[in-house]
Nanobody, 119 residues
Framework: QVRLVESGGGLVQVGGSLRLSCVAS?????????MGWHRQAPGKQRELVAT???????YYEEPVKGRFVISRDSAKNTMYLQMNDLNPEDTGVYTC????????????WGQGAQVTVSS
């Protein structure tokens, strides 16, 4: 069973930066395909932020394009989300997710990391 653990959240002022990390551990890590970050703001539905495939193709949702960078280090079983030029609308719980190579379902989830952007 694969486990995902996030770190790096916190409080930052408008315009600041944070980097989230997600470490994958457990068995059959080679079965992980696309990984991604979702976020949920207070009172809102969870939304996709960015994804990265096993061969490093990245995708970003419109609100974060040009500000966030997703990357992964396969040797360390770690995925990152570099968040720049943060604004209050970026506040929320950011959760690391993964799918297996043969599925389109986000079946593996971390516990989430709080990101708060103060104005």
């Amino acid at each position: 069973q694969v486990r995902l653990v996030e770190s790096g959240g916190g409080l930052v002022q408008v315009g600041g930066s944070l980097r989230l990390s997600c470490v994958a551990s457990g068995r059959n890590l080679e079965n992980i395909g696309t990984m991604g970050w979702h976020r949920q703001a207070p009172g809102k539905q969870r939304e996709l932020v960015a994804t990265i495939t096993w061969n490093d193709d990245a995708y970003y949702e419109e609100p974060v394009k040009g500000r966030f960078v997703i990357s992964r280090d396969s040797a360390k079983n770690t995925m990152y989300l570099q968040m720049n030029d943060l604004n209050p609308e970026d506040t929320g719980v950011y959760t690391c997710t993964a799918r297996t190579r043969w599925s389109s379902l986000w079946s593996i989830w971390g516990q989430g990391a709080q990101v708060t952007v103060s104005s």
